[in-house]
Structures are given as structure tokens and as C-alpha cells.
């Protein structure tokens, strides 16, 4: 009952972004792209060539990850830290136009303060 509990917790925190609670010890990121894009001569960068961001607002924690012998052990981080994270890490997802990653708490790098 206690986790089903928390469950409800986590799924209310995630109404303001992503639609979807992530399990263990994965977080959803919400990708944010702070570089401005400089056109110079007229030349254009295509979305391709772009470099991928590694910074990210955190929209949704799951529970914590569970050891052997069943102990959950809790998450560092919690919903509105701004993180950053490896570059090749996740799952990425796009719901209603906005990019989100998923990724373990391992793969986070930093957050600020």
C-alpha cells in the first residue's frame, strides 16, 4: 500500500510535463536547448548537424532502485533540478511536440544548485 502511495505522488508531480511515470531509479528529462542558433553569411545549420543538448529539466522520478535484498534505496534527485546528463544516454521520446529523455540516475552527470 505504501508504494502505491508514492506512485500517486510521483504521477501528480508529472502533470505539469511528461504524461508517464518513470519505474526504479529512472527519471524523465525534459530537453532544454539553450544554445541560439547564429546564422552567419546566410548560412543555415540544419537540426541534423546541431550538436545534442545535455542539459535537462528533471518532470518525473521514479521510486529508487531495489537491492538484492529488497531494500529501496531513495533518489537523489527530484522534480524541477536542472541536470546534466551523458551525451549518448536514454531513451529518447517525444510527446505532444516537446522531447523528453529517459534515463537512469546513474547516467546523470551534475545538477545545479
Not at 510535463?17 to 528529462?29: H, I, M, Q, Y
Not at 553569411?41 to 542539459?55: H, L, N, S, W
Amino acid at each position: 500500500m505504501t508504494s502505491t502511495t508514492k506512485t500517486a505522488t510521483v504521477a501528480k508531480k508529472t502533470a505539469t510535463g511528461a504524461k508517464f511515470t518513470p519505474l526504479a531509479d529512472r527519471v524523465v528529462v525534459k530537453l532544454l536547448d539553450n544554445k541560439k542558433e547564429e546564422i552567419r553569411g546566410g548560412i543555415i545549420i540544419p537540426d541534423t548537424a546541431k550538436e545534442k543538448p545535455q542539459e535537462g529539466e528533471i518532470v518525473a522520478v521514479g521510486l529508487g532502485r531495489v537491492t538484492d535484498d529488497g531494500k529501496r534505496i531513495a533518489m537523489e534527485l527530484k522534480t524541477g533540478d536542472r541536470v546534466i546528463y551523458a551525451k549518448y544516454g536514454g531513451t529518447e521520446i517525444k510527446e505532444d511536440g516537446q522531447d523528453y529523455l529517459i534515463l537512469r540516475e546513474s547516467d546523470i552527470l551534475a545538477k545545479y544548485n
